[in-house]
Structures are given as structure tokens and as C-alpha cells.
């Protein structure tokens, strides 16, 4: 069983093409986080009209993966919901998971530059 400081969850993002890269550059910037990812995909909506359901007629989507501490991740996913605009019509969806298991990393904060 994992210690509640290893415990962790991963919020998925599907969004429309072009949004997924200015949500993680500030997630980066903004919030320090370094275990986030862009993937891509392709389908229909659930509400792409039927004229537009034939082959070929696929949109592509952007995925935004996010690994977050469990006792920050609902907070994290109501920062993401707005950054990314998931309520504006045709603004995509989220949803968070338990991750299964995760290794922690993180990066000394007293790095010396060497000459």
C-alpha cells in the first residue's frame, strides 16, 4: 500500500486541437509541475452531426495528461477545468484516476552551476 505522500492521481484532459500546449506551459510555469504530458487523437463528438459522421470525417484532439499528488488533485483538476475552459461549448472533457502505482522524482532545489 502506498504512504499517502506517494499516493498520487492522474487528471486526463481531451481538448480541442491547438489548446493542450498553453494549459501545460502554464502548468509548468505556474504551478512547478513536471509530470504532465500531450498526446493526440482523433474521432467524432457525441454530437458531430450525422452528415458529418462519415469516413475521413474525423477531428483531431489534443490529450493532457497530468500526475499530481492525490491530496492536490481535486484542487488541481477545478485549476485545470478553468484554464482550459472545458465548460465553453465544444471545450472537451476531463476526468481523474487513481494512479496505480508511481515512482516520486523531483529535482534538488540547491543545484550549484558548475564552471
Known amino acids: 500500500m502506498l504512504s499517502a505522500m506517494q ?3 492522474v487528471i486526463t484532459c481531451v481538448l480541442p486541437k491547438g ?12 504551478r512547478k509541475l513536471t509530470a504532465v504530458d500531450i498526446h493526440f487523437a482523433r474521432g467524432i463528438g457525441r454530437i458531430t452531426p450525422l452528415r458529418h459522421r462519415g469516413i475521413g470525417e474525423t477531428s483531431e484532439r489534443e490529450v493532457l495528461t497530468v500526475a499530481v499528488a492525490a491530496a492536490e488533485a481535486d484542487e488541481m483538476f477545478e485549476y ?9 461549448p465544444h471545450g472537451g472533457l476531463m476526468y481523474m484516476h487513481d494512479l496505480q502505482i508511481s515512482t516520486g522524482f523531483s529535482l534538488p532545489t540547491d543545484l550549484n552551476e558548475e564552471e
Open 19 to 30: 489548446k493542450a500546449g498553453s494549459v501545460l506551459e502554464v502548468l509548468a510555469r505556474e
Open 80 to 88: 485545470i477545468h478553468g484554464l482550459a475552459e472545458i465548460d465553453r
Open 7 to 9: 499516493q498520487q492521481k
